[in-house]
């Protein structure tokens, strides 16, 4: 006698349930971690280093922004089984699909070029030597990992490299920090209209919320109902919804936790440190070089392994979601699970990802323009694609029964409302 599909689900429900807090925890930590790169590291030790304490308040106003707009594209993939490009590409124009993932490619490579940049600068600072060898070797390594190591350990190792963010912990408690002070800027946060404060919280808001993220974490959600043999999408599999609601509520609220937590930490130790001492910094291999003679050594080499730690961790989250978004767009096969020889194109957009940010590197480019432009894609990539998402997460041709209703909804639109206001302030003279 076969075995009752019904009492099977039941089992996994209880199974997700039982999971330690650890193993409940993947794309979205993996998603939040990834956020902390190189080149937001290096955008919020600019905050710091400007305007010291008085931009922390931002970061605790991403925090639920970030986290609705994230749980909406996890649901999103975990609902239809299908990636964000796969799903706009079945229920939206064409033309408005190309030009969005043309957008995110040509951002992302700019980021990958930026960060191996960053990591480059930061083992030179380290070990000296040839920077832009070490961002050959390090360009090189990202793309061996995620090509020839099989999915779920690699999901594992990305997941325990997210560890590397608590360097920036280690830091702060390193240097001397004025509490009360920071519970005032906090409290009593001083907010200027001066363009370059509004600059500032325009990069800050643009570095937390990126479209790049959304492609990631949907693909991942993807990745891991795949992996199990007995997992499905919830339009088909509705009676797993309670207990994979409830993972992909706790994994993105404690990923975007992670993720706010240490860039608040980063801004946080560029305000008492290099803010004190009128130090300028543009990248965050400047913000490491000068917190050594401030805060000593031991802060200054955290401050780089941090560096090179995010990057490994970045790259591949910026590659993949490119890859992911390509192959949705142009129905190849997709998946990290897959063989080279199965998803050729897939791996290919990956491989090509990070070698072309390496040859941008190789132009000597400026890292503050690169992070400029970036910005500016990514800005004008970000809110059109919210608004699709969200369009798509109401819609219950799309959801059905899961169509996204409420405070989710809310929080949603709230987010793509921010990030708009965000992408107009990108142009703003100043």
């Known amino acids: 006698m076969g075995e009752n599909p019904?009492?099977?689900?039941?089992?996994?429900?209880?199974?997700?349930?039982?999971?330690?807090p650890m193993r409940r925890l993947g794309p979205g930590l993996i998603t939040g971690a990834a956020d902390d790169d190189p080149s937001g590291i290096g955008t919020y030790s600019q905050a710091g280093a400007q305007f010291g304490f008085d931009l922390?308040?931002?970061?605790?106003?991403?925090?639920?922004?970030?986290?609705?707009?994230?749980?909406?594209?996890?649901?999103?993939?975990?609902?239809?089984?299908?990636g964000l490009a796969t799903n706009m590409r079945t229920h939206y124009p064409a033309w408005l699909l190309y030009a969005a993932v043309t957008l995110l490619v040509i951002a992302n490579v700019i980021n990958v070029a930026a960060d191996l940049s960053a990591m480059g600068a930061a083992v030179g600072l380290l070990v000296h030597g040839p920077e832009q060898l070490y961002v050959v070797l390090l360009g090189g390594l990202a793309v061996?990992?995620?090509?020839?190591?099989?999915?779920?350990?690699?999901?594992?190792l990305l997941k325990w490299t997210a560890l590397a963010l608590l360097a920036y912990v280690a830091v702060a408690l390193v240097v001397p920090i004025r509490w009360s002070e920071v519970g005032r800027a906090i409290v009593l946060p001083r907010v200027s209209l001066r363009p370059d404060y509004m600059t500032t919280v325009t990069a800050v808001?643009?570095?937390?919320?990126?479209?790049?993220?959304?492609?990631?974490?949907?693909?991942?959600?993807?990745?891991?109902?795949?992996?199990?043999?007995?997992?499905?999408?919830?339009?088909?599999?509705?009676?797993?919804?309670?207990?994979q609601l409830r993972r992909i509520s706790f994994d993105t609220w404690v990923g975007m936790g992670v993720s706010n937590i240490i860039a608040f930490f980063i801004m946080l130790t560029a305000a008492a440190t290099l803010h004190m001492h009128h130090l300028e910094v543009k990248t965050s291999a400047d913000a490491a070089r000068a917190l050594e003679p401030v805060a000593g050594r031991f802060a200054y080499v955290l401050f780089a392994l941090g560096i090179v730690g995010t990057g490994l961790l970045a790259l591949p989250v910026l590659a993949g979601s490119a890859a992911y978004a390509a192959a949705g767009t142009f129905r190849w096969r997709n998946s990290l699970a897959l063989r080279l020889s199965v998803a050729r194109e897939f791996y290919a957009v990956i491989a090509l990802s990070i070698i072309g940010g390496v040859v941008i590197t190789f132009m000597h480019f400026d890292p503050v323009r690169a992070l400029y432009w970036s910005a500016v894609i990514n800005g004008v990539t970000a809110v059109p694609i919210m608004v699709i998402m969200m369009l798509m997460a109401g819609n219950r041709r799309v959801m059905g029964e899961f169509a996204v209703r409420g405070p989710l909804a809310w929080g949603g639109w709230l987010a793509t409302l921010a990030m708009a206001i965000s992408a107009g302030g990108i142009f703003l003279p100043g």
């Open 6 to 20: 019904l009492t099977r689900l039941e089992e996994t429900d209880r199974d997700q349930a039982s999971l330690s």
């Open 56 to 82: 922390l308040w931002a970061l605790l106003l991403t925090y639920p922004l970030m986290t609705a707009i994230q749980l909406v594209s996890a649901r999103i993939g975990r609902v239809t089984g299908k």
């Open 144 to 156: 061996v990992l995620q090509i020839f190591v099989p999915y779920d350990r690699y999901a594992s």
């Open 205 to 243: 808001l643009g570095t937390t919320i990126s479209p790049y993220l959304f492609f990631w974490q949907a693909s991942q959600e993807v990745e891991e109902m795949r992996s199990a043999s007995d997992q499905g999408p919830l339009r088909r599999w509705p009676t797993q919804a309670p207990a």
